[in-house]
């Protein structure tokens, strides 16, 4: 059984994952600076409510923004996209050496 689990690791540190350029990193990252900013300004805003209807709409969009973030970097995280590092060595000799026309 040990043996098993020794096999997994190996296997596990040798997938390559897309890492930072994964999309829902990308995503989540902006939602979450314009989430704190909009979190941030209606924390210290004076004029809350005054054009909404006494509703803090910096504050609320701001905490949803956070909330999707952390959801698609908690996405982006337990779920990784793994790279194919065949298909990726295919495309580089593709690119070398292009078919005669």
């Given amino acids: 059984m040990s043996a098993n689990l020794d096999d997994n690791d190996a296997e596990r540190r040798q997938r390559h994952t897309a890492g930072a350029f994964d999309i829902r990193n990308?995503?989540?990252a902006l939602l979450g600076i314009y989430g704190v900013v909009l979190l941030v300004l209606g924390?210290?805003?004076?004029?809350?409510?005054?054009?909404t209807g006494d509703l803090n709409a910096n504050l609320w969009a701001g905490v949803a923004l956070v909330v999707v973030s952390a959801v698609f970097l908690t996405w982006a995280r337990v779920r990784p996209t793994v790279v194919d590092e065949?298909?990726?060595?295919?495309?580089?000799?593709?690119?070398e050496d292009p078919p005669a026309s």
């Fill in 26 to 28: 990308v995503i989540g």
């Fill in 43 to 51: 924390l210290v805003s004076d004029d809350t409510g005054e054009h």
């Fill in 86 to 95: 065949e298909a990726v060595a295919d495309k580089r000799a593709e690119d």
